[in-house]
């Protein structure tokens, strides 16, 4: 990771400068899209990627009904010769937007809670808020913490000094429509939305008007975080969103980031619908499943309605 840490500073590029570079430098094969049974008529999209809680294998998705905006669940689904089915007797948690990692022996999944707020500005006029549940398999889950009011994409990974790496994704005032921060803490029993606020925010991230988030962590020999999450943007003319899937390696010790590095964009799929026609440019990476021989699979949402897999480069490899 000498290399990149090395490229760590520097003002933030736009979006489109990153997409750019992206489409320049790299030739992804077309991914796929997952397929889903067991849900009806409803989608499932923004899942996490295949992990390991007792004795099963399962990935968590979010599944909703394509006129809904306030009315999702997460689903375990299992692999069974080539489709992924709900898990039997499996919790269902009212959340969106699922995730999961593992703190020593515990599995930890969480997701988007969401309540109404009439006070709030945004289209579906309700607030948010992170959820986190942590157990040895799944009939063990059991809600333990929740984040601030107004933050999505807090994620956490174990780190080699013991203690626990948090990204945070505070909004509002300097924080535009969300920037990352980063805080550790001790124990899991810290997880609290005090402790998230206190979150340091890398800075130089994110061109102005542009936001972006954290989706996953994963700890690197060298004591850096490679970083999957998203950027973000919306287009003046058209009010259509973008958004890219994009990696970057932060070092805690520091407190410096390197740059953005978009890893896949809706493009890198087969085409297909879209919840709304502002949503068709939409990756929402869930999870990247890091492989031996320098690749990776990427886990994704794709325009608010469905999931694929795609392999690509692992921006982590050393």
Avoid at 20 to 36: A, N, V
Avoid at 38 to 61: C, H, M, Q, W
Avoid at 87 to 96: C, D, F, K, S
Avoid at 286 to 292: F, I, V
Wanted: hydrophobic letters at 35%.
């Amino acid at each position: 990771m000498e290399q990149q840490i090395e490229k760590m500073g520097g003002s933030p590029l736009h979006s489109t400068e990153l997409l750019r570079r992206f489409e320049t430098k790299e030739s992804l094969p077309i991914g796929e899209k997952l397929r889903f049974s067991g849900v009806g008529e409803k989608d499932v999209y923004n899942i996490s990627g295949p992990f390991r809680i007792g004795n099963a294998t399962v990935l968590v998705g979010r599944v909703e009904a394509r006129g809904s905006w306030a009315d999702s669940h997460l689903l375990f689904f299992e692999e069974k010769k080539g489709l992924w089915t709900p898990v039997e007797n499996a919790p269902i948690l009212r959340l969106e937007d699922g995730f999961a990692t593992h703190i020593g022996d515990e599995t930890i999944v969480g997701g988007v809670e969401i309540y109404p707020n009439p006070a709030a500005v945004n289209y579906r006029n309700v607030g948010y808020r992170t959820v986190f549940y942590r157990g040895d398999d799944l009939t063990s889950l059991q809600k333990f913490a929740v984040g601030p009011d107004m933050m999505k994409d807090i994620r956490l990974a174990p780190l080699a000094n013991g203690r626990i790496g948090v990204c945070t994704r505070p909004q509002g005032g300097r924080n535009g429509k969300g920037r990352i921060g980063y805080v550790e803490l001790r124990h899991l029993q810290d997880l609290n939305a005090e402790n998230i606020l206190n979150a340091k925010i890398i800075e130089n991230q994110f061109a102005p008007e542009e936001w972006g988030g954290v989706n996953e962590l994963h700890p690197l020999p060298d004591g850096t975080i490679g970083v999957l999450g998203h950027v973000a943007r919306k287009d003046a003319q058209d009010a259509k969103l973008h958004y890219y899937a994009m990696s970057f390696v932060y070092d805690p010790e520091n407190h410096r980031a390197s740059p953005l590095e978009i890893i896949a964009t809706r493009r890198n799929f087969p085409p297909g619908e879209t919840k709304r026609p502002d949503l068709e440019d939409v990756v929402f990476p869930g999870s990247l499943m890091r492989n031996d021989d320098g690749t990776a699979a990427l886990y994704a949402g794709l325009s608010d309605v469905e999931a694929g897999k795609i392999i690509v480069p692992d921006p982590f490899a050393e």
